[in-house]
């Protein structure tokens, strides 16, 4: 590397790193760095003169520091800022006209004249090629919305993308045309399938759109889900709550016949006969009332032909039903799903009838509580009565 180019390289690092706006997200630093690393790539590859490679260098290192005076016209002030700099550093005239000519050629709309402005056009658009090209591409998208220039969603972006891709842009050395174009053929391919899926996901997007739009009664059928959930649910806790009193009901029967019962024979045991038949009765009240509070209905499950037309029977209810063939309860359903007035009402009478069933399940279950707790004070208080007053001790005295 010759003097001047180190001595630019420090230059441009500096400045870029000390004066650039942090919104430059792309043109920055990292950037130049990425075309001096392809413009040696390319230059490695052709038979350049010293001085032609020492210039390419140059204006690799130099294309971008305009940025520090914002984003138009950047090509100009960068000629600018060059040759202020080759010039103090007693750079000849005719090469600071020849690297400022290059810096021009790096406008995305110039056509280049010789090899070395093809050159550094392709050096400066070598991340299409290059795996670093999603990344790259994403800082370019952030940056131009920072500096307020544009602001794309990521559809547009890759649209964008898209259309440079395919006539916006071309390689204009034989080498990037031999190395890269493949790379950059990729990196097409892959934002071509990004936009194939995305349409494939608009698409079922758009359906299930259509079909919320063609069943605005969605909410309407959620209500009959939910509440059926909701009865259901209440039912299987009121048959819990019967089944533990049915549960303890029988330990406590069982308990006072293997252990009071026995004993009730012997003349000192009498007391208790009294206050045993209490706790006995109101343990056999409430086991009946569990029982009662769960014991099914019996439904003669048949319907005829006129329930059905005159929509009578509700055919979501099995005790309608159990009774009949399957040809007649299938064609009844057929008839059924053709008419959504008709299913709506047989899901209204599902849940008024199951209100039904759990208002009675649930006013027996509270008079059974009502009769468990009261046998249970009755009979302590029996107990205590009989104990006190007609206990062994009692009649000693």
């Given at each position: 590397m010759s003097e001047i180019v180190e001595k630019t390289k420090h230059f441009v690092s500096k400045l870029l790193t000390e004066k650039l706006?942090?919104?430059?997200?792309?043109h920055n630093l990292r950037h130049t760095e990425r075309v001096v690393k392809s413009t040696k790539e390319l230059l490695n590859y052709y038979n350049l003169k010293e001085d032609e490679n020492e210039r390419l260098m140059l204006a690799a290192w130099l294309h971008d520091v305009g940025h520090i005076?914002?984003?138009?016209?950047?090509?100009?002030?960068?000629?600018?800022?060059?040759r202020d700099f080759l010039t103090e550093n007693e750079y000849d005239k005719q090469g600071i006209?020849?690297?400022?000519?290059?810096?021009?050629?790096?406008?995305?709309?110039?056509?280049?004249?010789?090899?070395?402005?093809?050159?550094?056009?392709?050096?400066?658009?070598?991340?299409?090629?290059?795996k670093s090209y999603w990344e790259t591409t994403d800082f370019l998208?952030?940056?131009?919305?920072?500096?307020?220039?544009?602001?794309?969603?990521?559809?547009?972006?890759?649209?964008?993308?898209?259309?440079?891709?395919?006539?916006?842009?071309?390689?204009?050395?034989?080498?990037?045309?031999?190395?890269?174009?493949?790379?950059?053929?990729?990196?097409?391919k892959k934002l071509l399938k990004e936009k194939k899926t995305e349409k494939k996901i608009a698409k079922k997007?758009?359906?299930?759109?259509?079909?919320?739009?063609?069943?605005?009664?969605?909410s309407v059928q959620t209500l009959y889900r939910v509440t059926l959930r909701n009865h259901l649910k209440l039912s299987d806790i009121a048959d819990t709550k019967a089944n533990i009193l049915l549960s303890v009901n029988a330990?406590?029967?069982?308990?006072?016949?293997?252990?009071?019962?026995?004993?009730?024979?012997?003349?000192?045991?009498?007391?208790?006969?009294?206050p045993t038949f209490i706790l006995i009765m109101f343990s056999v009240a409430s086991m009946v009332l569990s029982v009662l509070a769960t014991r099914p209905n019996i439904t003669r499950g048949k319907f005829t032909q006129e329930d059905v037309e005159k929509r009578r029977v509700?055919?979501?209810?099995?005790?309608?039903?159990?009774?009949?063939?399957?040809?007649?309860?299938?064609?009844?359903?057929?008839e059924?799903?053709?008419?959504?007035?008709?299913?709506?009402?047989?899901?209204?009478?599902?849940?008024?009838?199951?209100?039904?069933?759990?208002?009675?399940?649930?006013?027996?279950?509270?008079?059974?509580?009502?009769?468990?707790?009261?046998?249970?004070i009755i009979s302590v208080i029996a107990f205590g009565i009989a104990f006190r007053f007609f206990g062994p001790d009692r009649l000693i005295f």
């Open positions: 706006d942090p919104k430059f997200l792309y005076k914002g984003r138009e016209d950047h090509e100009e002030n960068s000629c600018e800022i060059a006209d020849h690297v400022c000519s290059l810096i021009m050629a790096t406008k995305m709309c110039h056509e280049p004249e010789n090899l070395l402005e093809g050159i550094i056009r392709d050096a400066d658009i070598s991340h299409f090629a290059k998208k952030e940056e131009l919305k920072a500096l307020g220039v544009a602001d794309y969603t990521a559809k547009q972006w890759r649209d964008k993308n898209i259309k440079m891709f395919r006539t916006q842009h071309n390689f204009f050395t034989d080498y990037a045309k031999e190395n890269w174009e493949e790379g950059k053929q990729q990196n097409l997007e758009a359906l299930k759109a259509k079909y919320k739009s063609e069943s605005p009664d969605r330990i406590i029967i069982s308990l006072v016949l293997a252990n009071l019962l026995t004993k009730l024979d012997n003349p000192t045991n009498t007391y208790m006969i009294y509700n055919l979501l209810f099995f005790g309608n039903f159990h009774q009949m063939r399957l040809e007649e309860y299938q064609a009844a359903v057929e059924l799903v053709k008419d959504k007035d008709y299913v709506y009402s047989s899901l209204t009478k599902d849940l008024y009838y199951l209100g039904v069933v759990l208002n009675r399940k649930y006013k027996i279950l509270r008079l059974t509580y009502n009769i468990f707790m009261l046998g249970i």
